[in-house]
Antibody, heavy 121, light 111 residues
Framework: EVQLVQSRAEVKKPGESLKISCKGSGYSFDTYWIGWVRQMPGKGLEWMGI????????KYSPSFRGQVTISVDKSIKTAYLHWSGLKASDTAIYYC??????????????WGQGALVTVSS | QSALSQPPSASGSPGQSVTISCTGTRNDIGGYSYVHWYQQHPGKAPRLIIYDVTERPSGVTDRFSGSGSGNTASLTISRLQADDEADYYCSSYAGSNNMKIFGGGTKLTVL
């Protein structure tokens, strides 16, 4: 069974750093890119970026480039989303998801349970 | 890149059908047959229910169907049930950097 298990909820202060994780199981981890999606309170989904577990290549939405870092450690089948200096506006639920590929089409076929990040002084 | 346009809300009674639209441009929906739909119940993670405009993943009921024409895609839910009450998001390929964009979401209420 394909599973993506994310790290627990976090409460941080503005300016602090944070790395949240997403561990895959039940499939060949380095065959599928992993993506991250933000959902701010009461709002919709936003595509942040993706990472290739095979070679750690990452791609970002222009809205998130330079704001976060997406990385992966394929030896432990885990992807990460990292902030070096959190802002209150980073308060949101962050989902990781497996990116499926079919004939040029890509979509998220399995999702993690989400990790709530709260940034407050 | 702008989000795809969805109606903020939709509703229907049990047993009825409802259709949710998703409008983009020739740079996303109109340029590629890569429109996907996700269902999200309150407090839960999104779930893929339609991919590539019309395809259903294994295990998804055939009450969900997708269609598309030009710059618009649609999700139809037939024989509405109470459990269909959720938020629905469309998504499309945005062309550059393998980026995807989402619609703003439609909150479906089953009356």
């Amino acid at each position: 069974e394909v599973q993506l298990v994310q790290s627990r909820a976090e409460v941080k202060k503005p300016g602090e750093s944070l790395k949240i994780s997403c561990k895959g199981s039940g499939y060949s981890f380095d065959t599928y890119w992993i993506g991250w999606v933000r959902q701010m309170p009461g709002k919709g989904l936003e595509w942040m970026g993706i990472v290739n577990p095979r070679d750690s290549e990452s791609k970002y939405s222009p809205s998130f480039r330079g704001q976060v870092t997406i990385s992966v450690d394929k030896s432990i089948k885990t992807a990460y989303l990292h902030w070096s200096g959190l802002k209150a506006s980073d308060t949101a639920i962050y989902y990781c998801a497996r990116r499926a590929y079919r004939s040029g089409s890509v979509y998220f076929d399995y999702w993690g349970q989400g990790a709530l990040v709260t940034v407050s002084s | 890149q702008s989000a795809l346009s969805q109606p903020p809300s939709a509703s229907g009674s049990p047993g009825q059908s409802v259709t949710i639209s998703c409008t983009g441009t020739r740079n996303d929906i109109g340029g590629y047959s890569y429109v996907h739909w996700y269902q999200q119940h309150p407090g839960k993670a999104p779930r893929l229910i339609i991919y590539d405009v019309t395809e259903r993943p294994s295990g998804v009921t055939d009450r969900f169907s997708g269609s598309g024409s030009g710059n618009t895609a649609s999700l139809t839910i037939s024989r509405l049930q109470a459990d269909d009450e959720a938020d629905y998001y469309c998504s499309s390929y945005a062309g550059s950097n393998n980026m995807k964009i989402f619609g703003g979401g439609t909150k479906l209420t089953v009356l």
